[in-house]
């Protein structure tokens, strides 16, 4: 337990490792604040920077950039509608209303806090419940990721607010662009034409950004001449009792958070959307209907992503699996500077799991700190005026675009998707199940059909499945509930129409 | 509670519409039903084109394609009816007003203008001439300097960050 | 992180004004797999220290998809000065006879070779089976063993079908997004057993997550020297042997042979660096270290053993005849 102690003790000694968390957080917000750009693509890029660099600055450095990232995302989404990151899809949803309010420090500042948070819980359920929650997400079949991503989806239907049957269509065609490309189980081509670029599929981050920040932009410019929302900027940190308030729903969807950032492959973007939709579920009275700036929709998915990051270690510190994309990276990273990432990481090297559950405590504070003070800066931002800054902003889209693999191509499609998403959205069909659509349909693709692999393709075996391991039926009874929930045998049995 | 009512809601003069359930509006908007006929034939197209990929078993690659279009046209047919059984779209509005204001005509052929740019004159150059024809048509002709300087000054930084920061080549 | 900027910028405007010649600018190296993976580790390894030797920066990007094709097609594409460097493994090798693409290494000059990676069959701790022999007994007597895969074209594919071909049984398999996935699934019990790259699964052998039953080698792998080699088991596996993935850098072949010696000899420096070594030993991959005509007759040693192997399987779209791949000595 001493010893534990001094391990977490370590960044706090060291006034280089400090520093860089900290400037870790400040960039890292940055990054995830570009449309485009994605811890991911930071991350990798910061191992190559720090390669000569001593281990414990190039983790401190590169822990701070993925607590900030996760973080960046988000503001502009609610500022500009346009997710830095498809975790922040949700947050959009209803950060954005309330940015047109003028309500946009109120719902950074509520996002800031809870964020914080959240990070402590992942942080502290990592301390203690590391080995047993890895050993349990070890026991995830391919049919229960199968089941998480069908929970994603039926999600599609009542994101946006509009109606839920386009939204399902608009769902589709996210899946089934999600299919364009090289299937990653058979090589075989789907949907490519003979077309190169086509092969590679489809990012969705160009689509993401297309369909909400170009065409954004492009509907923004059919109310020329509507001034941008003043800002109101006088209480930005919520008061006490308003975080009490909340405190519930914030530990619920953090818990959530963590255990599916836990799940190897699983990170941020799930964990919101299903936060996001358990919020909508379960909340029975929102500060305002969900879909115009209800504050718990805020609330839920920021605490599932922040709690994910935590979550995503778990994995990754106790058996060598990463969590997420970004400590897939981070696993390369110990990799190049001579550790062995694996279940031997905790033994041989101890100081390594203190070290990094305090590197993240100290970008979470960092996060706190940094994060209200940019609030009025970035508030300010969606007063200039749209004339300017969305030219900008589509020019930074094209930037972000671009450096995802240095494509030309990816800018056209981009460009291509901002138009679609207009049109799309002036006939009522909602960009973000597109998007969904778009993230989810390989993972529901993959597992579906790992899992009938798993049974040998046969019918029966794969439907078994579903109910004989306890995993899965409990998967399968919480989506089933899901359904019935929505209808009105269930309501009016409740009470509640 | 005083201070928790600071984070609750009032809609416009204490009317909150209530967006969770989905109220239908009483007229079609132009176009609606092309879009439905579009959409539909968008699933035919992509369950078309699944039925070259190799099927046979369960898992294989064709089946989530399949199923996928097979979705889309049914939610489009479903959605073709609804939108019939609404009245017709205002006399007022015409199928080009509604789709293209002048102002996204002119930022799309600028967008288009753009793409067919970028691999000729390279990022700097399309990229600002972009930035100021943009802000200068959309502010109708005036402060055309400020357009010009903030274009330049963001221009700049973008550039800076991306090309040395981050040791991204732009196009 | 400003201050390795500005040395790296003094360096850049030092080495240009020296030499004047190739690199002049920094270069660009698409490596044809994603981040955190074997072939991703590898370079990331690797080109710090070659661009030390080098003086300019290789800026690395993952350029990944259609097993590595569309970072194979994507540098083949660009003119070949020396200025675009592809990271790639052992995937195109396979490329023409399965007809993913029709550019593979033959339009490639290898700069270096870095590292090897031999396949090894493991199984979870829990498994029934503790020795090789007992896992293809099983196959052959009719039981059903699921297998890991990661596509068609990868090292689990290919050592599957290797398998399957020298003991004539047939494995169920599960495909999954790269090696990584498929112990995960392995550990949780999703599938009986896989063949994967020793990088992949070196640590896990280690700490008894998992039993490795059989060296896809010739001989013991020191790092793991408790894994028996497949031959000691089965004869039978001699012809195939060498084979296995292996990780290299490489240019167009109409590259200029000035510019393709400055790289040659940065990398060679690179691998003899100690620091590479010890990333060598922890990641349990087997050094190479080979460059010009050794690595050129490498590749196609590697190549004729897996086009064939596959071909003859049924597991390839066109004979390896068809491009000139000669079949392997003693087959």
């Excluded at chain 1, 660099?53 to 401190?60: E, G, K, M, V, Y």
């Excluded at chain 1, 992942?122 to 203690?128: A, E, H, Q, R, Y």
């Excluded at chain 1, 989806?153 to 946006?160: E, K, N, Q, V």
């Excluded at chain 3, 590749?299 to 791949?325: H, T």
Aim: overall charge neutral; some cysteine; hydrophobic content about 50%.
């Amino acid at each position: 337990m001493e010893q534990n102690l001094q391990y977490f003790l370590i960044p706090f000694l060291s006034w280089e490792m400090m520093v860089l968390i900290w400037v870790g957080v400040f960039a890292g917000i940055w990054v995830g604040a570009i449309p485009g750009l994605s811890v991911t693509m930071a991350a990798s890029l910061l191992i190559s920077f720090t390669f000569s660099w001593d281990l414990n600055s190039a983790l401190a450095l590169i822990c701070g950039v993925f607590v900030g990232g996760v973080y960046g995302g988000s503001i502009t989404a609610i500022l500009l509608n346009i997710p830095g990151a498809p975790a922040a899809i949700a947050t959009g949803i209803e950060g954005y209303p309330l940015a047109q309010r003028g309500e946009a420090g109120k719902a950074i500042g509520l996002c800031t806090t809870v964020s914080v948070f959240a990070s402590f819980v992942g942080i502290i359920v990592l301390s203690v419940a590391a080995p047993v929650i890895a050993n349990f997400s070890l026991k995830f079949s391919p049919r229960d990721f199968f089941l998480l991503a069908v929970m994603g989806i039926l999600l599609i239907g009542s994101i946006g607010g509009g109606d839920p049957i386009k939204g399902i269509t608009a769902g589709a065609v996210g899946v089934l662009l999600s299919m364009v490309g090289m299937d990653p189980s058979t090589g075989e081509l789907r949907y490519t034409f003979g077309n190169i670029y086509l092969m590679a599929g489809i990012s969705f981050v160009t689509a993401m950004i297309g369909l909400f920040g170009v065409s954004e932009a492009l509907t923004q410019f059919r109310n020329a001449g509507k001034k941008s929302p003043k800002q109101n900027l006088d209480r930005i940190i919520p008061s006490w009792a308003t975080f009490l308030k909340y405190l519930p729903l914030s530990i619920r969807s953090s818990l959530l958070g963590v255990f599916i950032g836990a799940l190897p492959g699983t990170g941020g973007d799930v964990a919101a959307l299903l936060a996001y939709d358990q919020a909508k579920r379960t909340v029975r009275h929102p500060s305002r209907p969900f879909g115009t700036g209800a504050y718990e929709g805020i609330v839920a998915p920021e605490t599932a992503n922040k709690g994910a990051i935590g979550g995503a270690f778990i994995p990754m510190l106790t058996l060598g699996i990463p969590g997420d994309a970004v400590t897939a990276i981070i696993i390369g990273a110990l990799y190049i500077h001579g550790l062995k990432p694996g279940p031997m990481l905790m033994i041989e090297t101890p100081h390594l799991f203190w070290m990094i559950v305090s590197c993240l405590s100290i970008a979470s504070v960092a996060l706190m700190v940094l994060g209200l003070v940019s609030v009025k800066p970035f508030a300010k931002i969606i007063e200039i005026p749209k004339e300017i800054i969305m030219p900008v902003v589509i020019i930074l889209s094209v930037i972000g675009t671009y450096a995802i693999q240095n494509s030309v191509v990816d800018i056209f499609y981009m460009i291509g998707f901002g138009i679609i998403g207009y049109f799309m959205r002036l006939y009522g069909y909602a960009t973000g199940p597109m998007v969904l659509g778009l993230i989810l349909g390989p993972m529901l693709d993959a597992n579906y059909r790992r899992a009938m692999q798993g049974a040998e393709n046969q019918l029966l075996p794969f439907l078994e499945g579903f109910v004989t391991n306890p995993i899965s039926l409990f998967l399968t009874l919480a989506i089933v509930f899901l359904l019935v929930s929505q209808t009105s045998f269930y309501r009016r049995w409740r009470g509640l129409e | 509670m005083e201070e928790s009512r600071e984070f609750l809601a009032e809609g416009a003069a204490g009317t909150v519409k209530d967006l969770s359930k989905y109220v239908p509006e009483a007229r079609r908007k132009p176009g609606e039903l092309g879009m439905a006929v579009l959409m539909f034939l968008l699933g035919a197209l992509g369950y078309y084109f699944a039925l070259d990929m190799t099927s046979g078993e369960y898992s294989s690659p064709s089946v989530f394609p399949k199923l996928a279009s097979t979705v889309i046209m049914a939610c489009s047919a479903v959605n073709f009816f609804k939108a019939v059984r609404r009245e017709k779209p205002e006399a007022a509005a015409t199928l080009k007003g509604y789709l293209l204001p002048m102002d996204v005509v002119v930022v799309v052929v600028l967008l288009v203008a753009y793409c067919v740019a970028l691999p000729r004159l390279h990022f700097v150059a399309s990229s600002y001439a972009f930035m100021v024809i943009g802000m200068v048509y959309l502010q109708r002709g005036k402060n055309i300097v400020r357009a010009l300087l903030i274009s330049a000054v963001s221009l700049a930084v973008l550039v800076a960050v991306f090309r040395y920061l981050f040791l991204v080549i732009l196009p | 992180m400003r201050k390795l900027g500005l040395a790296l910028l003094a360096v850049c405007v030092l080495a240009g004004a020296a030499f004047g010649a190739y690199p002049e600018k920094n270069i660009q190296g698409y490596i044809m797999w994603g981040a955190g993976g074997a072939m991703d580790n590898v370079s990331r390894a690797i080109v710090p220290i070659a661009q030390e030797h080098l003086g300019k920066t290789i800026i690395l990007q993952n350029r990944t998809g259609a097993t590595g094709a569309i970072a194979t097609t994507f540098v083949a594409n660009q003119p070949a000065d020396g200025y675009s460097i592809l990271f790639g493994a052992e995937n195109p090798n396979l490329y023409k006879v399965t007809g993913l693409s029709q550019i593979d290494y033959d339009q490639f000059e290898p700069v270096f070779l870095m590292m090897a990676n031999v396949g090894v069959v493991i199984v979870s701790k829990d498994s029934p089976y503790t020795s090789y022999r007992e896992l293809i007994e099983a196959a052959a007597s009719g039981k059903t063993i699921t297998m890991g895969s990661t596509g068609p074209g990868g090292l689990p594919y290919v050592a599957t079908t290797m398998i399957e071909k020298i003991h004539d049984v047939k494995f169920n398999k599960m495909q999954f997004d790269g090696e990584g996935p498929c112990i995960t699934a392995l550990m949780g019990g999703h599938i009986d057993a896989v063949a994967v790259g020793l990088l992949a699964a070196a640590n896990f052998i280690h700490s008894g997550n998992v039993k490795g039953l059989a060296m896809i080698s010739s001989e013991r792998i020191e790092s793991v020297a408790s894994v028996p080699a497949v031959t000691e088991v089965y004869e039978e596996y001699r012809p195939y042997l060498p084979w296995g993935a292996f990780f290299g850098a490489f240019v167009r072949k109409e590259t200029p042979a000035e510019v393709l010696d400055v790289l040659r000899s940065a990398f060679t420096k690179a691998f003899q660096d100690p620091r590479f070594d010890e990333f060598a030993k922890t990641m349990g991959g087997v050094k190479l270290g080979i460059t010009g005509d050794d690595a050129k007759k490498y590749i196609r040693q590697n190549q004729s053993v897996a086009a064939w192997l596959l071909y003859d399987a049924g597991g390839a779209k066109f004979s390896p005849e068809e491009f000139g791949i000669e079949r392997p000595q003693g087959k």
